[in-house]
Structures are given as C-alpha cells and as structure tokens.
C-alpha cells in the first residue's frame, strides 16, 4: 500500500496495529473514487476476500446453534435445517418449492461434500468443482453414496452453473438458501467486502451417518490448497 493510503488506516497513536474491520471499506471507498476503478477492481477484490476471513462467523443473530466443525464432530440431524437441490423454477413450482432436510442427505449415508462461496466465481469454476467431479467415481469406489456441492446461493442460480459446468450425473448440487447450513457449521463468512455478500469458506468433508470423519477448510476462500478433492481422497 502507498503511503496515502497507509495514513487512512493506522493512525499515529497505534502504528503497530490495524482495524481489520475497516480496512476493505477503506479500500472499497478507495476504488470507487478512482478514476481507474474498473482496473484496479480485481486487486480490490482479491485483497478484500483475504482480509474478510479475519471477520468472525456469528450463527447467533439468527438464533441457531452452531458448533465448529472438524473432525470427530456429529451433525445434529434432528435440526430444523435444511437445503434445497438445484433446479429450475418450474421444477420448484411443481415440488412446491421443497426442502431436503439434513437427516434425508446423511442418515445412513457416507457422503462426500463440499462448500464453496460461489457459483460462476473463478476459483470455484475452474478448478473446485472440477477437482471433484474428475475423482467422483472414486468417492463412490471407496464407498461413497453421494458427492455434494453446497453453496449460498439461489437452487437456480447454482442449476444454471452445473448445467453449464455439465456435471450435474457426478455431482449433487445443493443451495444453502437461507445460510443456515454453513452458521450452523461456523463456516459462514462475510464478503461483502469483495461484493459478495455473506458466503461460505472453501472446504471439504467426508461425513459418515452425520459424523465428520475428514475436514479440511481454507485459511481464505481465495485459496485452493487444502480443499481438493485428491486431498478428501487420501483422507477416507
């Protein structure tokens, strides 16, 4: 950062520290008033989607009960949460726009799944769901019932982007409409500063009859180190 904007965020009394929390509005602000805005967006973007992974998650204001996910943890399948497969709008109209409850999609079940924070972003496109759809057969070889991708986001919006990515016969495509899903796992996080909005971090999990048997999450949803499914694979 230049030294304009290094005045903007660590004041004289506190040069050792940062406020994390207005640091991408700085440069969020910063970006707009430029007169080169739509060329720096993209450094504004990826800079701002590694700062909002210091943001906490918070499942309270929503008043659900939430527990960090990781290894050895049993999801709770009598919860009220739920998903929503992707389809189109017809296809809700004439299901009655229904819901997949947690206890349908891992009772009894060894499920592969992943979460990502978009549909149609870069690194979700290109090479996570990809990654998982090259070793789908493999899951199942090794006894997986399922390989699931879950996001936040619309069910149609996430049908049009496996229909495109055309692996809707390896995997399930699933919506964490509401978000509940991800608060509920404390994997919820907020990028609105990279103009997204709340989201999901970039992980993966092996999850046998609801309890979690592999995990693996991003330090920054921006990266694609730990989440692969090569990784999964060698964990189940």
């Known amino acids: 950062l230049t030294k304009k904007y290094q005045k903007k965020i660590i004041s004289p009394q506190k040069k050792n520290k940062t406020d994390r929390g207005s640091f991408g509005s700085i440069l969020e602000r910063e970006a707009l008033r430029s007169p080169r805005a739509a060329m720096i967006r993209p450094a504004f973007a ?3 989607l590694k700062l909002s ?4 998650p918070n499942a309270s204001s929503m008043g659900i009960r939430s527990f960090a996910a990781s290894v050895g943890s049993q999801i ?4 009220h949460i739920s998903l929503q497969k992707a389809r189109t709008w017809d296809e809700g109209v004439s299901s009655k726009f229904s819901t997949t409850p947690l206890l349908e999609i ?3 079940k060894k499920v592969v799944m992943f979460g990502l924070p978009g549909a149609f972003t ?6 996570h769901v990809p990654s998982f759809a090259r070793n789908a057969d493999k899951f199942i070889e090794k006894g997986a019932d399922s390989v699931i991708c879950v996001s936040v986001n619309d069910p149609y919006v996430l049908n049009a982007w496996a229909e495109k990515l055309q692996c809707k016969d390896k995997i399930s495509f699933y919506s964490d409409f509401d ?3 991800h608060k509920y796992l404390e994997l919820n996080i907020d990028l609105s500063s990279a103009l997204l909005g709340h989201r999901s971090q970039r992980w993966s999990a ?3 009859d609801g309890k979690i048997k592999a995990f693996n999450v991003e330090k920054v949803p921006s990266e694609f180190k730990v989440s692969d499914a090569s990784t999964l694979l060698e964990q189940i």
């Open 46 to 48: 990826l800079a701002a």
């Open 53 to 56: 992974a210091f943001r906490p």
């Open 76 to 79: 709770d399948l009598d919860s």
């Open 106 to 108: 891992f009772r009894g």
């Open 122 to 127: 870069g690194v979700c496109t290109q090479q």
């Open 179 to 181: 978000g509940k899903f």
């Open 206 to 208: 092996f999850v046998d």
